[in-house]
Each structure stands twice: as C-alpha cells, then as structure tokens.
T-cell receptor
Framework: GAVVSQHPSRVICKSGTSVKIECRSL??????MFWYRQFPKQSLMLMAT?????????EQGVEKDKFLINHASLTLSTLTVTSAHPEDSSFYIC???????????FGSGTRLTVV | AQSVTQPDIHITVSEGASLELRCNYS??????LFWYVQSPGQGLQLLLK??????LVQGIKGFEAEFKRSQSSFNLRKPSVHWSDAAEYFC????????????FGTGTRLTIIP
C-alpha cells in the first residue's frame, strides 16, 4: 500500500529560527502533495497545495513567506517554517495524492513546539 | 465550494455496541467522500472512500459507510465496536475533476466504555 513518511515527528525550536519538515512518498510518485495544520482537538486546515516543479498554491490567510513549500521531486515535498514564533506551534500533517481514484495518503504528522 | 458537517463532537459507546457516525456534505455534483481515523498524535488513516458505483462501501477494521445522495449524507457504521476503535474520526469531501482539495469536517471523538 501507499506509504507517506513525514520527518521529524517532533521538533522543538527557539523563536526566530527556521524548521524544515519533510514529506516523502515511499512507494509511489506524488505529483501533488498537501500541507495541513491542526490545532489541538480541531480539524485539519489546508495550508497549501504543492505541485512538483511549480510554485505551491497557498490558502487564503496563509503567509507564503513564512511557510515555504518546495516540491522538487515526485517523492519529496518540504515545508519550512521561517522565523518561527510560539504561535506557530502546532501539528503539521502532509498528504500525497496518488491520482484521481486512489485517493490521498497522510503522513504521521510533525509536532512543532516553538519556545 | 464544498463543505462537510459532522454534527456529533463526541460520542460514547459501550464496547460491543453498534456505532454510527454522521456526516453531511454540501457539493453540487457527485462528490468524492472519505472517512479517516486519527489516533492521538498520529496522522490520518483511510477507513474507506466513495467515488462512484455501489453506495454501500466497505472499509477496513469492519467499518462501512453508505452514500445517500437524497440526504447528502455519508454516515459511518460499525456493527460492534472494540476498545481499539477509540479515536478521532474525520469525514472529508473532495470535488474531483481536477479540484484536488479535500475539505474536512470538524471530527467526532469516539470514546469506548467497557
């Protein structure tokens, strides 16, 4: 079955620093990947859609310069939280789409804590 | 734009009892519908999905869901729950046809009591 690996699972960083989160599709090629943010006991909010070889499409209200997304290959997308602040602390989840019918596979998430 | 409503924030069920989690969607055409389960601190696992065809969909872990167009619903059911089913359940809708975004409901937290 389709597997998406997300790394790291947990990260603690200091305010003002940057953090990179990786999302890899291990056994399939994902032309499209998605990045979500989830606050405690809440649903997933789509941050951006990442297409291989092109610029990401950000949802309204998401700062492009703060949440940098790179999708350089068909198996890897990265989310970099730049100049992190405590309010950026959250659970970030990526998802990869296999195609119109196969659906979406999710990574195991990254718990980011900014101190 | 599509939307999903999960009316029940929290449901408590006795182990061995039946379960139904409600999901209502809003979308003009035939939607792509999904149910996912999330354990604390984990990602989402796909339980089942509906794209077309038979409106009763079988999934993993003994779950099933029925697509009812007339009611704009896609309720998740299980005849007998196990303690390991305690988790957060999310219903999601996708528009398909090139619009790849999934829209999630607010989730239903399932608690199982002995």
């Amino acid at each position: 079955g389709a597997v998406v690996s997300q790394h790291p699972s947990r990260v603690i960083c200091k305010s003002g620093t940057s953090v990179k989160i990786e999302c890899r599709s291990l056994d399939f090629q994902a032309t499209t990947m998605f990045w979500y943010r989830q606050f405690p006991k809440q649903s997933l909010m789509l941050m951006a859609t990442s297409n291989e070889g092109s610029k990401a499409t950000y949802e309204q209200g998401v700062e492009k310069d703060k949440f940098l997304i790179n999708h350089a290959s068909l198996t890897l997308s990265t989310l970099t939280v730049t100049s992190a602040h405590p309010e950026d602390s959250s659970f970030y989840i990526c998802s990869a789409r296999q195609g119109a019918v196969r659906g979406y596979t999710f990574g195991s998430g990254t718990r980011l804590t900014v101190v | 734009a599509q939307s999903v409503t999960q009316p029940d924030i929290h449901i408590t069920v006795s182990e061995g009892a039946s379960l139904e989690l409600r999901c209502n969607y809003s979308y003009g055409a035939t939607p792509y519908l999904f149910w996912y389960v999330q354990s604390p601190g984990q990602g989402l696992q796909l339980l089942l999905k509906y794209f077309s065809g038979d409106t009763l969909v079988q999934g993993i872990k003994g779950f099933e869901a029925e697509f009812k167009r007339s009611q704009s619903s896609f309720n998740l059911r299980k005849p007998s729950v196990h303690w390991s089913d305690a988790a957060e359940y999310f219903c999601a809708v996708g528009a398909g046809g090139g619009n790849e975004k999934l829209t999630f409901g607010t989730g239903t937290r399932l608690t199982i009591i002995p």
